[in-house]
T-cell receptor
Framework: AQSVSQHNHHVILSEAASLELGCNYS??????LFWYVQYPGQHLQLLLK??????LVKGIKGFEAEFIKSKFSFNLRKPSVQWSDTAEYFC??????????FGAGTTVTVRA | DGGITQSPKYLFRKEGQNVTLSCEQN?????MYWYRQDPGQGLRLIYY???????QKGDIAEGYSVSREKKESFPLTVTSAQKNPTAFYLC???????????????FGPGTRLTVL
């Protein structure tokens, strides 16, 4: 069965630290990949997406993600986090069927 | 101002009562979706509709029902058959099918349902 897994449930780090959140999926075919973010009290919003082309994609607020097809991974990175990056982050995958499957989410807490 | 609206933000109901959650979009999107969000489980798809007057069950459709009579509206009814209805419900929509951004979903603010 197709599935999406996020490696970390809760990540705590200090401002200026680097962030990397893991996301893996199980499916051998074509996929579209997304990272969404949910800031406290706000809508779920799109951070970045990958459909095709350059596997390194850049999103809003200094985030980027790299698609590694051989590893079925789409990890999210930010070189230097800020307190305002405190949020819940969701990886989502479309398995070519117009639906999204979401990972369980990773809560990121950035300490000032 | 285009977007997706969900109402109400908080909803309380007694056990055994059906309740309908509203979702409206003015983005001219074809597809609409309902998800349930529970802590530690991410978002799980309840129902989706790719076009007016058509909808399909998602992964956890039992105890829920939907209708899609208008392009802009996709209400979700949580019935008394849903065993654990207390949750945060999110509605989403996505652009026209087979377009360049078909899979990109845009989310509403959510409705938190508490069944007492």
């Amino acid at each position: 069965a197709q599935s999406v897994s996020q490696h970390n449930h809760h990540v705590i780090l200090s401002e200026a630290a680097s962030l990397e959140l893991g996301c893996n999926y199980s499916y051998g075919g074509t996929v579209n990949l997304f990272w969404y973010v949910q800031y406290p009290g706000q809508h779920l919003q799109l951070l970045l997406k990958y459909f095709s082309g350059d596997p390194l994609v850049k999103g809003i607020k200094g985030f980027e993600a790299e698609f590694i097809k051989s590893k079925f991974s789409f990890n999210l990175r930010k070189p230097s986090v800020q307190w305002s990056d405190t949020a819940e982050y969701f990886c989502a995958v479309s398995f070519n069927d117009y639906k999204l499957s979401f990972g369980a989410g990773t809560t990121v807490t950035v300490r000032a | 101002d285009g977007g997706i609206t969900q109402s109400p933000k908080y909803l309380f109901r007694k056990e055994g009562q059906n309740v309908t959650l509203s979702c409206e979009q003015n983005l001219n999107h074809d597809a609409m979706y309902w998800y349930r969000q529970d802590p530690g489980q991410g978002l799980r798809l309840i129902y989706y509709s790719q076009i007016v007057n058509d909808f399909q069950k998602g992964d956890i459709a039992e105890g829920y029902s939907v209708s899609r009579e208008k392009k802009e509206s996709f209400p979700l009814t949580v019935t008394s058959a849903q065993k654990n209805p207390t949750a945060f419900y999110l509605c989403a929509s996505s652009p026209p099918l087979r377009g360049p951004s078909t899979d990109t979903q845009y989310f509403g603010p959510g409705t938190r349902l508490t069944v007492l």
